[in-house]
């Protein structure tokens, strides 16, 4: 498929230029804007050896929301000895300055997780459930529904407590276990969270096994199937195929996507998963393509940055080695 240059350098004048640009976008089917969680403060620190101050995570969340964030993932309430690196999100969760219009949530496992949460002023929960019965089992010792239908009390606590639950699908493309995950499976697990009453769910790449023709399939099936559920993507860089797959989730409708800052990430409980998509890199490419986000890049490259240097080593994130295409341009001028 031929591609459209909308470079300002080019003979095309600019507004033609955005006109050819809304046309192409609207021939793919591409959404004018998308919402992108920041999981950095939890998905992306878990997996790193370096052990974050307080100080230091509070001050990546706060950034994060003046950069323009409206939903940031601040950490888990789990035991410390399984996620050590996420051990002190309780004083997180207290310390941070809270901006009114974004969204603080955090990932918790059971009962206990959700009413640490509430203690620490935490009123937006994430669930999490292996879509794959081998890795499910290997973990949990429970098939994906008996894992969710677990959760039943976490529901009922948080209806009384005015607390809104989501869930996350884990493996939901494919496992290191048993390959790839049958959609009819994610289903399966999809009515379930549906059972106890979650509205919000994700689909998870946990491993990086996902291709663009799977998630558009995957995609498509469950909006049509759970038309009243706020879907969420979620994808893993480990076999470079993480922006493709958000392609392939904007053309099947889906509008709201997980990023980490820097690219960190990493799962300690499925083996291989690497980082996730970099925030800056799929901010980057939705500004390209006129796609608004409403983050200003440029703050967010800093957080990264800022990243790479607390944890002490260098990460997966393509804008931050490459820099921007203006950074580029502005160069040669």
Known sequence: MA?????????????????????????LKMPASIVICEVGPRDGLQNEKAMLTLEQKVELIERSALAGAKIIEIGSFVHPQAVPQMADTD???????RVEDVEYRALVMNLRGLERAEAAGIKKVKLTVSASRAHSLSNLKRTPEEAV????????????????????ISTSFGCPFEGRVPLEQVISV???????????????????????DQVYEYC????????????????????????????AGMMAGIDRYDTCFAGLGGCPFAPG?????????????????????????????????????????????FILKAGKNSDIVCAQT
């Open 91 to 97: 004083e997180v969760a207290r310390r941070i300055k």
């Open 190 to 212: 999809i009515s379930s969270f549906k059972e106890i009453g979650v509205n919000e769910l994700s689909l998870s790449d946990t491993t990086g096994m996902a291709n663009p």
């Open 220 to 247: 498509l099936r469950v909006k049509e199937q759970f038309p009243n559920i706020t879907w969420n993507l979620h994808f893993h860089n480990t076999r470079g195929m993480g922006l493709a797959n958000v392609l």
């Open 3 to 27: 591609s459209i240059n909308v470079n300002t350098k080019t003979n095309v004048p600019k507004g033609r230029s955005q006109m050819i640009q809304k046309d192409w976008l609207s021939k």
């Open 273 to 317: 998963a690497t980082g996730n998509i970099a925030t800056e890199d799929l901010i980057h490419m939705c500004h390209e393509m006129g796609i608004e986000t409403g983050y200003d890049l440029d703050q967010v490259i800093s957080i990264g940055r800022y990243v790479q240097q607390i944890i002490g080593h260098d990460t997966a994130s």
């Open 149 to 168: 239908r677990g959760f039943a009390e976490c529901a009922e606590y948080a209806v009384t407590h005015g607390i809104t639950l989501s869930g996350a």
